[in-house]
């Protein structure tokens, strides 16, 4: 119970997503592929840093995840975990990823992820979430940054491919995080957090997820416009943005009905959507 307790607070889900995403960077930039052993290493080394970021989201996060349905059995709440352990999870999780990092890729790439990981956990967490209800379009950066990092171990340098790519989850954080606060609304007043449907009401969520479901089609279409992909991926990315912004659209007339299908639907798609320019940049490349 203790060892999962602990993988608990590395918000695993999360780790998978950003996993794939960092080796979608790595396999779209323009250098040799590493070695497998290298690729695993600054995958796991990344994981590790946003899981020490994670550890330290659970912490600062653990009086307002008490008063929360979605989030009171988390360990901290239930005090299965000490904080002090956490801490020293946190503390070991970034000395592994740091080490593992600074081994398979660059000063710069570890830097990055430092800094990514103290971006969610502090700026984020401590300030953002708290200050305003555009928290999520403001802190999103941290999270967008996967892709980009796996990009700058192979190049030691920041690309506008790299930047591209991490625009790309940058738009698709806010639709992502608003959709699941329309659907638990009443946990974030509970909370007293300023989400955008608990300052602004649910409608004006709507109209801000679906500007950002739109602004994700161009920015799409560039991975193909910019030659990181083949038409294929163009065709396969716009009926997937077709197909979320069209659950979006409904969203706005049946929130209740559709915020949480919403939400799951975002995360299928940043997953489908890293997978299939992963392919085709594999396929274009190998055959």
Not at 12 to 20: A, D, E, F, G, I
Request: with cysteine; hydrophobic share 55%.
């Amino acid at each position: 119970m203790m060892l999962r307790a602990f993988i608990i607070l590395t918000k695993p889900k999360v780790l998978m997503l950003m996993m794939l995403t960092t080796f979608a960077g790595i396999i779209l930039a323009p250098t040799p592929y590493p070695s497998t052993i290298t690729i695993l290493l600054i995958i796991f080394g990344q994981a590790c840093i946003a899981g020490s970021g994670a550890v330290l989201n659970h912490i600062f996060d653990r009086v307002a995840d008490a008063k929360m349905s979605r989030t009171n059995q988390r360990p901290l709440v239930k005090k299965s975990v000490p904080i002090n352990h956490a801490y020293l999870f946190a503390l070991a999780l970034w000395i592994v990823g740091s080490i593992l990092t600074l081994i398979s890729a660059n000063q710069l790439t570890w830097l990055l992820t430092t800094a990514g990981a103290i971006g969610y956990a502090v700026i984020y967490t401590c300030f953002l979430k708290t200050a305003t209800p555009q928290n999520i379009a403001l802190g999103g950066l941290s999270g967008a940054i996967p892709p980009l990092l796996g990009w700058v171990a192979c190049t030691n340098s920041i690309d506008p491919g790299a930047l591209l790519l991490s625009a790309i989850i940058f738009a698709w954080t806010p639709a992502h995080f608003w959709a699941l606060s329309i659907g638990k609304k009443s946990d974030y007043e509970k909370a007293n957090i300023p989400m955008l449907p608990v300052t602004h009401g649910i409608k004006i969520t709507s109209y801000f997820i679906i500007s950002y479901t739109i602004l994700l089609i161009p920015l799409c279409l560039l991975v193909w416009l910019t030659g990181m992909c083949s038409i294929v991926y163009a065709i396969l990315s716009c009926a997937l943005n077709i197909w979320y912004l069209y659950i979006n659209l409904k969203l706005v007339y049946e929130p209740e009905k559709y915020a949480m299908r919403s939400f799951y639907l975002s995360i299928s798609y940043l997953y489908l959507l890293f997978f299939i320019m992963i392919s085709d940049h594999l396929y274009r490349r190998f055959l």
